[in-house]
């Protein structure tokens, strides 16, 4: 079996060879190779090539490929069975460790994506508030639910795509995109649609056009102007919880948010969603209150078993310091050979969070990031390919480091870099 001949299989079977758009290396070019294996951070093709690898399933690896003590849950839990649809102890036990990690979530309700928890947080908003205009921050990426899909980041960034047919207007007519880190535009907002506006949905730091880390006060200002106006703060923590920190980036930046979103990480690498909240907004979701959500596999048993054995092996002392540690090493070292080889690029980096940017001036938006040069990454990616880096085939996306991420990783990646842009 060759990349090649999985390519034109795939194509001829699966829209555009893949089942979600940005793994087709459009914006990128070539063609995505197919993967055999894992193991720590590194992958494998069907040709046996091997790549260091900064995708980590999007975010969802942070423990990287393989980790013993996920495998070991996992096992154990399909001993058992595969799924039951009626309770199991992993459910509570989960959202147990997930509540006393992320107090603002007292109780949660598990789905199974992050798009289906964000798309279950808006309806209890709306419901609570009995408003429903909701904010977000253009560049932000929430899933695909109609009513976020207007000037999103990820694919639809990637892909250039403003808006999406089959999308009623009326769906999106209440869904207000404003500039991230831009304080007074949200003042302005909440003046013009006083009382009207059910919740800020914000991703604490953006990370689906490139990762943009908030300016200091943007979330105590959000916190405080949705308090006024009596509107919901939502964090959509898909990627910045257990990541940026085990509390999220609700720890990290000191900001308590109404709701908040899990993925990613929690499900250990098994398709998982959460939303959560205080106890008193979550009585409005059935079977306790009127506001209906359900799920035929939600809070599967081995994501549930893999999630655990994920936020216990995190929560082994140094982990995030090290996470930190080899970000910022990798940021430096980044920044430092592109200077010496005048190519000038901006590094935006938190813990094992990390984008790389083909542009000369900082990026603290969603538009400023859409501004960088995403045809010299384009180069960039398959330079870096082509030494066996793999990162994410867009300039939209984050590189997410796992704790199996180390120096020697860090020393491959730059000495892969500089040859990379020796090309350029
Ligand atoms: C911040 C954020 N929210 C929501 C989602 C949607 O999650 P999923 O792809 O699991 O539906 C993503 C996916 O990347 C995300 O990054």
């Given at each position: 079996m060759t990349n090649a001949t999985c390519w034109r299989e795939a194509q001829r079977y699966l829209v555009g060879g893949v089942n979600s758009p940005v793994r087709s290396f459009r914006a990128v070019g070539g063609r995505p190779f197919f993967v055999d294996r894992g193991q720590g951070p590194t992958l494998w093709d069907v040709e046996g090539n091997r790549y260091l690898d900064y995708v980590c399933s999007w975010g969802a690896l942070i423990l990287g490929h393989r980790p013993p003590e996920v495998l070991k849950a996992v096992n154990e839990a399909l001993e058992r069975g595969t799924t039951f649809g009626t309770p199991t102890p992993w459910e509570a036990e989960l959202a147990k460790e997930i509540s006393q990690a992320v107090p603002s979530m007292e109780q949660i309700r598990f789905v199974s994506s992050g798009t289906e928890a964000v798309m279950s947080a808006l309806r209890l908003a709306r419901a609570v508030t009995g408003r429903n205009k909701i904010l977000k921050f253009d560049g932000a990426y929430h899933g695909h639910s109609d009513a976020l899909l207007t000037k999103a980041g990820s694919g639809m960034a990637t892909l250039g795509l403003p808006a999406v047919p089959g999308v009623p207007r009326q769906v999106t007519q209440d869904t207000i995109t404003i500039p991230f880190n831009d304080p007074k535009a949200v003042e302005q907002m909440f003046r013009r649609h006083r009382k009207q506006i059910a919740c800020v949905l914000v991703e604490p730091v953006l990370a689906n056009v490139g990762v943009i880390p908030p300016a200091e006060w943007f979330l105590q200002r959000l916190r405080?102007?949705?308090?006024?106006?009596?509107?919901?703060?939502?964090?959509?923590?898909?990627?910045?919880?257990?990541?940026?920190?085990?509390?999220?980036?609700?720890?990290?930046?000191?900001?308590?948010?109404?709701?908040?979103?899990?993925?990613?990480?929690?499900?250990?690498?098994?398709?998982?969603?959460?939303?959560?909240?205080?106890?008193?907004?979550?009585?409005?979701?059935?079977?306790?209150?009127?506001?209906?959500?359900?799920?035929?596999?939600?809070?599967?048993?081995?994501?549930?078993?893999?999630?655990?054995?994920?936020?216990?092996?995190?929560?082994?002392?140094?982990?995030?310091?090290?996470?930190?540690?080899?970000?910022?090493?990798?940021?430096?070292?980044?920044?430092?050979?592109?200077?010496?080889?005048g190519v000038p690029i901006v590094v935006n980096q938190i813990g094992g969070l990390l984008s790389l940017f083909f542009r000369s001036s900082t990026i603290e938006t969603g538009k400023q990031a859409r501004a960088s040069n995403t045809r010299r990454y384009a180069r960039y990616f398959r330079g870096m390919l082509a030494r066996g880096v793999y990162l994410p085939p867009s300039a939209y996306e984050a590189w997410f480091l796992s704790t199996a991420h180390g120096e020697r990783e860090i020393e491959k990646t730059l000495k892969a870099h500089s040859a990379a842009l020796e090309e350029f």
């Open positions: 405080a102007l949705t308090k006024e106006d009596r509107s919901l703060l939502i964090f959509d923590e898909v990627i910045t919880g257990f990541r940026v920190a085990y509390g999220g980036a609700q720890a990290r930046f000191g900001v308590k948010p109404d709701i908040t979103l899990l993925g990613k990480v929690i499900g250990g690498g098994f398709p998982v969603g959460a939303y959560g909240a205080n106890r008193r907004l979550m009585q409005w979701v059935a079977p306790q209150g009127p506001v209906y959500q359900a799920g035929t596999l939600a809070g599967h048993p081995v994501a549930m078993a893999a999630g655990l054995a994920t936020l216990r092996a995190l929560r082994r002392p140094g982990v995030y310091s090290q996470l930190e540690k080899t970000g910022a090493g990798l940021r430096k070292g980044l920044l430092r050979l592109s200077v010496g080889m």
